[in-house]
T-cell receptor, first 116, second 116 residues
């Protein structure tokens, strides 16, 4: 069964550094998402991406964050000037089509980001 | 703004018994979708089941079923014949509704522990 792939599984970075989290969505999916889950807390939406542009973003997704689809398969989340509070599990997800409420979002296994 | 509430932070169930995990939601929009995800200790998010707001019948998927009570705005997950592998965090999530977007809004989760 096709799946969303995320790399790396764990990233340890010094505070103030930039990190890039990578995702390969399911190949026929058109809508891509990033979520984060701070340890012990609920999953929070960051951003959605469709047709090579941001479709929606939350208040969390400020100028520190950016997303990109550099080629036909990868979808990346860049976090600049990382802070301690950026430590979390970051999930990439994808779905087949926008607009339909019944399309499930399929999640990757997540990247655990630890800021020291 | 829409809200998803899972009132049970933790639950125990005996192996082979059925268990119900509660989820209530709040939205003023008649069109929305409700999803349940399972998060094992390894961290990945696994899609389990979907219920649309206009669906006439409760969703079922193998041992998972949804007790959807639209007037009460509840979408409880029922797991029949619990197995040890069902021990995990379970998240209820909504798409659509007042957000009118494709993002998922998650509840705080319920940790289910299956006793042998």
């Amino acid at each position: 069964e096709p799946e969303v792939t995320q790399t790396p599984s764990h990233q340890v970075t010094q505070m103030g550094q930039e990190v890039i989290l990578r995702c390969v969505p399911i190949s026929n999916h058109l809508y891509f998402y990033w979520y984060r889950q701070i340890l012990g807390q609920k999953v929070e939406f960051l951003v959605s991406f469709y047709n090579n542009e941001i479709s929606e973003k939350s208040e969390i997704f400020d100028d520190q964050f950016s997303v990109e689809r550099p080629d036909g398969s990868n979808f990346t989340l860049k976090i600049r000037s990382t802070k301690l509070e950026d430590s979390a599990m970051y999930f990439c997800a994808s779905s087949e089509a926008p607009g339909a409420t019944n399309q499930p979002q399929h999640f990757g296994d997540g990247t655990r980001l630890s800021i020291l | 703004a829409q809200k998803i509430t899972q009132t049970q932070p933790g639950m125990f169930v005996q192996e082979k018994e059925a268990v119900t995990l509660d989820c209530t939601y709040d939205t003023s929009d008649p069109s929305y979708g409700l999803f349940w995800y399972k998060q094992p200790s390894s961290g990945e998010m696994i899609f389990l089941i979907y219920q649309g707001s206009y669906d006439q019948q409760n969703a079922t998927e193998g041992r998972y079923s949804l007790n959807f009570q639209k007037a009460r705005k509840s979408a409880n997950l029922v797991i029949s014949a619990s197995q040890l592998g069902d021990s995990a965090m379970y998240f209820c999530a909504m798409k659509g509704g007042d957000n009118a977007g494709n993002m998922l809004t998650f509840g705080g989760g319920t940790r289910l522990m299956v006793k042998p």
